[in-house]
Nanobody
Framework: VQLVESGGGSMQAGGSLRLSCVASGYTYSYCMGWFRQAPGKEREGVARIWSSGGSPYYTDSVKGRFTISQDNARHTAYLQMDSPKPDDTAMYYC?????????????????????WGQGTQVTVS
């Protein structure tokens, strides 16, 4: 599985941005997650989604502002960022977790994810 993110850029607080993650070698049953890492901070989970995993799951700081979705036909996962704040500035990474194919629950722990993209920078001012 290879993951390629796009859609990052600079924006003002209160705007909106949509990140995309295209997967090759993708199976719809993988769990797709978005993570971020700000300078000097550890990488943290933002949101995750998968077809058999019930409702999408978000970290508290983005609930009500970010929306994760996926288009299985296009092998693409999205992260819609609405009302962003300067604290959302980070490199955003897409990741895929194989364990979802085994029917196991997947959260936002980095160790649960097997495949990672190169990241796309988001800067909010």
């Amino acid at each position: 599985v290879q993951l390629v993110e796009s859609g990052g850029g600079s924006m003002q607080a209160g705007g909106s941005l949509r990140l995309s993650c295209v997967a090759s070698g993708y199976t719809y049953s993988y769990c797709m997650g978005w993570f971020r890492q700000a300078p000097g901070k550890e990488r943290e989970g933002v949101a995750r989604i998968w077809s058999s995993g019930g409702s999408p799951y978000y970290t508290d700081s983005v609930k009500g502002r970010f929306t994760i979705s996926q288009d299985n036909a296009r092998h693409t996962a999205y992260l819609q960022m609405d009302s962003p704040k300067p604290d959302d500035t980070a490199m955003y990474y897409c990741a895929a977790a194989h364990k979802a194919t085994l029917g196991l629950w997947v959260g936002l722990n980095l160790n649960e994810y097997n495949y990672w993209g190169q990241g796309t920078q988001v800067t909010v001012s």
